[in-house]
């Protein structure tokens, strides 16, 4: 679950199955009780049917971490972090940067920084179409050390300049579980 809608999806759909859960979170659920193999079965279905999955692969439960951590840090996270990312993300996930970039890069064909690029530009997409923030505040508010850096990022993901897509151009805004 890397959105708050997956979040909501997975408890009214423990709540069809008559299930109660003890604590919910991005990415994690815990039930109390017990759990039948058919239990699963139907709920990895109801889950399978909207787009998501049930996991119990240690590897895959981490990278659904690692990219509720980055969601999080992108989308909610205001203060800029006191130290690195990877410093961070092996602090709150207790294994090592190179073991996580290893096993997140395998799986998703993507190094765990080319995601964290992808996301502040969806993030940078969304604050524009807002036209609330310029483009030094939302430099500001996604961590970055200037708007040049911002904007060069930007141009190079996307293929046009900030200006281009704020003026409409192109919106090509996705889902955060597309990027």
């Not at 709150?92 to 995601?115: R, W």
Request: hydrophobic share 40%.
């Amino acid at each position: 679950m890397v959105s708050y809608r997956c979040k909501l999806l997975v408890i009214e759909e423990l709540k069809k199955m008559g299930l109660c859960h003890t604590a919910i979170d991005l990415g994690e659920v815990e039930i109390s009780g017990g759990f039948t193999s058919a239990q699963w079965d139907e709920l990895d279905r109801a889950l399978r049917f909207s787009g998501l999955e049930l996991m119990e692969d240690k590897q895959k439960m981490i990278i659904e971490q690692i990219k509720v951590i980055v969601i999080d840090v992108i989308h909610q996270l205001e203060e800029p972090l006191k130290v690195n990312f990877s410093v961070y993300l092996s602090g709150k996930l207790d294994y090592t940067y190179a073991y996580l970039t290893t096993i997140f890069s395998a799986s998703e064909g993507c190094t765990i920084e080319q995601f964290i690029i992808r996301h502040k530009i969806e993030r940078e997409k969304e604050l524009l179409v807002y036209d609330e923030l310029t483009l030094t505040e939302i430099a500001f508010k996604l961590h970055y050390s200037s708007v040049a850096h911002l904007c060069t990022q930007f141009r190079k993901v996307t293929g046009i300049t900030s200006s281009e897509y704020k003026k409409g151009i192109v919106n090509s805004r996705r889902a955060l579980e597309e990027v």
